[in-house]
């Protein structure tokens, strides 16, 4: 038996234009996969990338799906599963090739793996705003960097969803956040939202002034969404011994490192922890942990209604005028 579902597809590279959103037929679920149907999804910064064709991989043209991120409900199971039942609320997991599984469409036939349970009590808009975040900050920050209480983090490009994630990530884990935001538009929010210190990149020298903030210290980590030249000035803004952790590309510029740099230096990819079963079930505790005392709380800059909003959606994405996630609910 199959059905049909209204999905967000591309044919070509380029601007929020050239998404559009068409019927395609889904098959009922094969042995080991899932028919979700989607209440809410979330945008990143990934999706634009891989619409415009700057990805670290390329679509698969015509007719690529888009999307990392949604919140839902199963509708029907496939032979063989045992972990997913209809009825049940979950989380797409993040963990698969987009153009052929993405996510934004008003349904999706998902392999078991690509799914989580959505922690108790949460809804679908909260939900399509916390997973690939929240588990992007904690596996780099947590998981990677090794973050304890009391040591300070530089966090750049702090209004994105990943950067208003790993605030709060920092805070739970009892350290100190120092974020960097390109405008003085956003300083004031971000201080609400939890930062200690707010550095102006547009008008302040970013490795100055977190010396400045950390008695010439320097920060422990740094959580880095831009890379390109930029990434290794940013060592010196680093203790001795500190760790520097690179997650995004938003200068697609080559990263030159220096020799017998005191530093340890790590590229982050979320599949290390959500393309593993013990890494999944390890982030959906502490996300569940994290929301249920409300140390996490995701920060929604706004909720579009309707698949048809998602060209607005991507344009508010790539305006950078928000802080936080961008929700689009169906």
Do not use: C
Not at 180 to 200: N, P, S, W
């Amino acid at each position: 038996m199959t059905t049909t579902a209204r999905t967000v597809l591309f044919h070509e590279l380029g601007g929020p234009d050239v998404l559009g959103v068409e019927e395609v037929e889904l098959p009922a679920p094969g042995p080991g996969e899932v028919l979700v149907a989607v209440e809410a999804l979330g945008l990143n910064r990934a999706e634009a990338l891989f619409r415009a064709g700057g990805y670290y991989y390329q679509p698969t043209l015509p007719a690529s799906r888009n999307g990392y991120e949604a919140a839902g409900e199963v509708e029907a199971v496939g032979e063989g599963v045992t972990g997913f039942a209809p009825g049940d609320k979950v989380l797409a997991a993040a963990n698969f090739e987009l153009s052929a599984h993405g996510v934004h469409a008003e349904r999706v036939l998902l392999p078991t793996d690509a799914l989580v349970p959505r922690p108790a009590g949460v809804d679908a808009v909260t939900g399509a705003a916390v997973w690939l975040t929240y588990t992007t900050a904690y596996g780099a920050l947590v998981e990677r960097a090794g973050l304890v209480p009391g040591q300070r983090v530089l966090i750049t490009g702090a209004s994105s969803g990943v950067g208003t994630a790993a605030i709060q990530v920092v805070r739970r884990a009892g350290a100190v956040p120092v974020v960097t935001t390109r405008t003085e538009a956003k300083r004031r929010r971000l201080l609400d939202l939890g930062a200690e210190h707010v550095i102006v990149s547009e008008d302040e020298d970013v490795v100055k002034e977190t010396r400045r903030v950390t008695g010439g210290r320097g920060v422990d980590i740094v959580l880095d969404a831009v890379g390109g030249p930029g990434f290794a000035a940013l060592g010196d803004a680093v203790a001795p011994d500190g760790t520097l952790v690179g997650y995004g590309w938003l200068d697609e510029q080559p990263i030159l490192l220096p020799r017998q740099w005191p530093l340890t230096v790590h590229g982050y990819a979320n599949f290390v922890i959500t393309g593993d079963p013990e890494g999944r079930h390890r982030a959906a505790h502490y996300l569940g942990a994290g929301l249920g005392d409300g140390t996490l709380r995701p920060v929604i800059a706004e909720v579009f209604d309707g698949l048809d909003r998602i060209t607005d959606a991507h344009r508010l994405m790539e305006s950078n005028e928000h802080t936080g996630k961008i929700v689009v609910r169906i």
